[in-house]
């Protein structure tokens, strides 16, 4: 149904009963000389037409046949629309949608020109100290050696070989997940990774799975490798790794081929459990063609007769071929809580020191605890490369090691490392353990190598009379993984072997979960994540204009690491608001070093002065466009580059009103 076609009752029916609208984005631009200017306009109108006739009631708005292409725009023909308007353009559409009713808007465009994922991934797997005895050429490992000195002072240095294995499954879990993303995007011409060794240059990218002298890490083997990475892959695309059992597990089975041969032969699925036990099977024979992704089957099994949680397997293997490809889910029935007397808390405060001293055991929830200099938030993902080379990422983790024979994990199946339904709770605090050698925790969080911390986000200790059991991780969000942790913990406790050997004093744990209440703010929805976001002037109090200096600002946001300063005529203060002003503005931000992120600065023209100039940050170029006398927010990309030495820098110049005009500025670090 086409938007222009239709008239606005047909369209108020619309809205009363769906919410769903294609806006479609074309393009006149050069593709060769032979082939027409509106090939990105032709192609997607022609797929919206197939879309129609298949179903009538999806409603296509009008497309957009201009884009932005400033690489082609000297051909003759090609219409170049700048970044700025375009993105202006679409807010617009959208948002008048939005207003009509639309909820799920499907922006559509059509590349016409092999789009390849490069350098991807990238995550970084923890040293193995005797990889240091393998240099005996004229190079010496003096970096590694440095490290493990940090190690050794941190009381870790014996646990190289946990992280190395723990930290090597989570790159893979990634590494396969990444890449099968890639292989059913159709669009997706291929990818790059920086190497399948470690780069023991720029801070040590330890991002392979082979180690620099192309030995194998010992995480996967070349057959395992292939199982997701080859010319012909078994893809099973379903929406979660995490079920309960009164769900139906779905998921549609895929076959990437991008081999030369097209294969007939039958492709057989099978879900079992971790000992092999066999749940459902079947198989179906579909043309495999060469050179794109095929659909094979579609599978709907009902989960209702499982009655223990448990990891599943899913495997796909195409008859008569070695292509074969494996995925886990995990399957939790519903459960209620023990009624115990264990004492259950969020806070290290009165109530739960009188607990402990009355002898009484305590689940502490602790998500929400701790300081900088005593913890770290927990993340699913490693770091990004490394943290010596890209410094400031608020991630310092390599995933996690994991006790999975302790007693705590009796209801909740896991491995020695952070699998994929870890992802959906991994959220909150660990704690940083480095006085405390003896303490050996249930779930260690891996420290960078270039800080070596020792971590603990689930860990237990006597205190006083009592026994403490710690977890870091939110047990409170509406999950069915945090549920079945909780639940596995408070069996523990439960238990006669829930009897911690480490004793810990109430002034220390006062110490490591200090509680910071969270500060109010009323900022606009999209930037409560801002590190730094200003309201330009707004503590100004007399109409007119005054020197800029930051007490006039109001910082609705403000990370401590981000100070800024700003180099303008003024800032000037009407009826209509308050603005930094000038001919020339330089406003230069401090921030975390090799943040990557977007600068969101808004402009006003409430005088109508039709203001227009020229922006640059870190030396690149864009035009803010002629304001016609309306507010304007420009969205500036920050890359790590820019930040590598802590600031980043905004110059505008005026070219048209007089002077421009900054009303809010936002930083939000991704």
Known sequence: MRLSKITWPTAERYFKENDMVILPIGSTECHGRHMPLGTDTLIPDKILDLIEEKNDNILIAPMIPYGACQSLADYPGTINIDSDVLYQYVYQIVDGLYKHGARKILVYSKATIPVIAHEVGQYPVYPLWNEIDKYTGVLE??????????????????????FHEASGALQTILYKGLIENLLRTP???????????????????????????????GIITPEQFRCYSNDIVPLARFHKYTWQTDETFKAQIQVANYSDTTLITPTIWTLTDETGKLQQQGSREVPLSSGKVNQVD??????????????????????????????SIWVYPPYNMPQTNIII???FDSTVISALEQGKKVLLVADQLGKKDNSTPLYFTPLFWSTSFFPGQSNTTLGAWIDKAHP??????????????????????????????QLHPIVQ???DFHINDKLASIFECKVSKGKLLVCGYNLNLDSPVA?????????????????PSYSMEIDTLKKMFAYTPKAMVSVP????????????????????????TATLDHTEIQDERCKYKVTCDNIWKDEKGTAWTGKNMTIEIQTPEGIIGDLYVKFEDWNHQNRAGLLSIEGRESILENQKGKERWVKLFIMREDTNDGKIVLKTHTKQGGNLMISQIAFIKQ
Not at 310 to 317: A, E, M, Q, R
């Open 483 to 499: 549920r079945q942790l909780k639940y596995s913990l408070l069996h523990y406790m439960t238990q006669s072997n829930f009897n």
């Open 525 to 548: 929805k999209g930037f409560e994540n801002s590190i730094l976001y200003i309201s330009c002037g707004k503590q100004m109090k007399n109409s007119g204009s005054a020197p800029w």
């Open 141 to 162: 490992a003096r970096n590694l050696e440095s490290l493990r000195q940090q190690a050794v002072k941190n009381h870790i240095e014996h646990q190289d070989r946990k």
């Open 345 to 347: 808390h969020d806070k």
């Open 408 to 437: 705590a994990f009796s209801q909740f199946p896991t491995d020695n490392y952070t699998d994929w339904q870890w992802k959906e709770i991994t959220q909150g605090r660990s704690f940083i353990i480095n006085e405390h050698p």
């Open 187 to 217: 669009s997706c011409a291929g990818f790059q990774m920086l190497s399948m060794t470690d780069y023991s240059g720029q801070g040590e990218a330890l991002v392979g799975w082979l180690d620099s002298f192309w030995d194998s890490k």
């Open 445 to 447: 969080p891996v420290s």
């Open 298 to 327: 579609s599978l709907s099994i009902d989960l209702s007769e499982i009655t223990s949680p448990g990891k599943y397997y899913l495997d796909v293997t195409i008859s008569g071929t070695p292509y074969h490809n494996r995925w």
